[in-house]
């Protein structure tokens, strides 16, 4: 591993292409996933309430069966038909047997996912943090998409992120010590725990998911305590941006819910890559400090 690590321009390519192979893994999981999580909901459902409608008996469906298929004709994609980004493009977007158009946001992932990695790998040179990182990244896309989809932030998903980010720390693979770390993860969870009963209190509404609150935490481990303020920020100012947009464009209300997820997502990738640089650039530069 460490002749990778040598070779700066080696390591970025490498991650890139590994980048691309896992995000068509992401696409499987940001499908089947919470579908396997209703199912299984469902299941628990009935026995801790037998009144609860016994869930009728399905094909089994995982992240690995059924193969992968065309939705409209139901043929199984063959393996050269699964090339991320290359047979979509050969394809010209559609299913080789019925002509079905293929959701661009398949490749969109896939090339999102290439790109991320390798910024992630250029400003992270190779080491074992690195790789540490490039699998953070993999998780907050992942969770990122789900979230958009379902406004659901599974517990599967943020608190084995949280305890990676811990362990991380416990090992030394982290730059944080583990007592950042852990004080990263109470802060984070409990800041937005704050607000949120506080906006109850004062509404009598909830304002966010707990899922909300487990994914800061989660981020808080990786990033710790001193980044948290910079992630709420960044987070909160994009959310806003795009709910205004969203609001113009889709007419939607302000009662309106919408994921928040992918913006911490998106703020805490952001703290990883350059939150220190930004933070001392600001306090330099406008504070003075």
Not at 122 to 131: A, D, K, Q, T, V
Not at 183 to 191: K, Q, R, T
């Amino acid at each position: 591993m460490d002749w990778l690590f040598d070779s700066p321009s080696l390591y970025v390519f490498f991650a890139s292409v590994f980048g691309l192979i896992v995000g068509s893994f992401l696409n499987v999981v940001i499908y089947r996933f919470p579908i396997m999580l209703e199912r299984q909901w469902k299941e628990e459902c009935h026995e801790c309430f037998p009144e609860f409608p016994k869930p009728e008996k399905l094909a089994p469906f995982n992240l690995s069966i059924p193969r992968s298929h065309c939705p409209s004709c139901k043929q199984p994609v063959k393996a050269i038909d699964n090339v991320p980004l290359v047979s979509w493009l050969v394809l010209g977007g559609k299913c080789r047997h019925c002509k079905t158009k293929i959701s661009a946001r398949y490749p969109f992932v896939e090339l999102l996912t290439a790109v991320i990695v390798g910024l992630t790998a250029y400003f992270i040179p190779g080491s074992y943090w690195s790789l540490a990182a490039i699998g953070f990244t993999f998780v907050l896309i992942a969770l990122c998409f789900i979230d958009i989809d379902t406004m659901l932030l599974p517990d599967q998903m943020t608190l084995p992120l949280m305890w990676a980010g811990l362990l991380a720390a416990l090992v030394g693979i982290s730059p944080l010590s583990l007592e950042e770390a852990v004080i990263g993860a109470m802060a984070g969870y409990l800041s937005l725990w704050s607000v949120f009963q506080l906006f109850k209190l004062l509404t009598g509404k909830e304002g966010m998911g707990y899922g909300d609150f487990k994914l800061l935490a989660a981020l808080g481990a990786w990033l710790g305590w001193q980044q948290l303020p910079f992630v709420i920020l960044v987070a909160s100012f994009t959310g806003a941006i795009a709910g205004l947009i969203l609001m113009r464009v889709k007419g939607t209300g302000k009662e309106t819910p919408f994921s928040f997820g992918p913006y911490l997502a998106i703020a805490g990738w952001i703290s990883l890559l350059w939150g220190n640089s930004i933070v001392d650039w600001y306090l330099t530069s406008y504070l003075g400090m």
